[in-house]
């Protein structure tokens, strides 16, 4: 065990847990976006920052990036901490004014609009936090997305804004989403995604439909287990 | 149709040629570009066949640097210096002259396929500033009267 304070509370967590889990674990709450139980860590919405103190240096760090330390001093409430919390959340928020779940942390957070943060109209919801490409290519295997251009021109899609042929309409992009920016519409047996209707598979016992046939062929192909055995809904296996 | 089987054909050998890795990613796309002038999309799509890489990795990387193109360029491409030390001698007024003089703006290309514009930011020539290049040639200390010389001259060699 790896034993550390954390705004003067004494704490220990296992080696290797990250500074988020271990001051979590202890009840106190951080803000976060990007930080995500199905993706790898990327550090991309700055949010979870606090001040940690070895000998007599402190900075800031990502806590859901850094791993426990031995002697650690952790403040997750110093001026320093809250200046820079406030920074990012009015960056944010200046980014997608739109999205209900960035306003919701602002209002929390008590950071309200700048004046001097001109209000992007053309980004959507999206925070470029990179998760969904990352649960596309390392849980999901397909690759299907991309954050393209770069600066103030960088985007989520498709390739070309094409329909993907290697998408297979799964949703795990929607799911990890933190801000509800991708876009997802089922209907009976279709389901919208990045621009491609999805034919949905109904189950072979239930009738119920319940995930995209390419999804299932995929799977199939992937694992080897018989197509038929797949187009049985979860709830009827 | 053998368009398009050519330029797949074409950029298989260009990924065979830096090792058929992704490792030569970067390469590869520049050697497509010096071949077709521009980087086409079956060719994005043969080479992230080839170098066993998501398509969607290879847009990223084509996207990503600017001296990457995906729209077909002429045959003459005029890259203005925007960095700090051109802009302070007078870049701007360059570009408007030759956006005047050519028709076009910055990422456009004229119409007899002649001339592509694109802006750039410091071509590590800043002495010689304000700086054009052309081709692969460096105009330094550029004029608006060398700016009409320079492109006579391209459109008279083009009349040969
Ligand atoms: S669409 Fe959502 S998950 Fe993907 S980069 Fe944007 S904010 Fe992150
Ligand atoms: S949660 Fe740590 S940077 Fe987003
Ligand atoms: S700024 Fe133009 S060459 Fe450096």
New binding site residues.
Partial sequence: MVNFTVDGKNISAPKGTMLLEAIRGAGISIPTL?AHEAVSRSG?CRLCVVEIKKGNRTRIVTSCLYGVEEGLTVNTKSDRVLNVRRLVMELLLARCPESEVLQKLAKELCVEPQARFVADTDKG?????????RVCEEVVGVSAIG?FARGPHKT?GTPYNEKSDACIGCGA?VY????G??EMTSTGDKRKIWGRTFKMQACSKCGKFFAPADQLKFISRKTGTPLEELKICTECR | MTKAMSVAAKTKQIVKKHGNDKSGMIAVLQDIQETFNYLPKEALKAAAKAMKVPFSRVYEAATFYTAFSLKPRGKNIVKICLGTACHVRGASALQDKFERTLGIKPGETTKDNKFSLETVNCVGACALGPVVVINTDYHGQMTMKKIDKIIDNINKEGAQ
């Fill in positions: 990007c991309a919801k999206c925070i470029l936090c990179r998760s969904c490409v954050l989520v992009c990890v989403c933190p801000t920016h991708i």
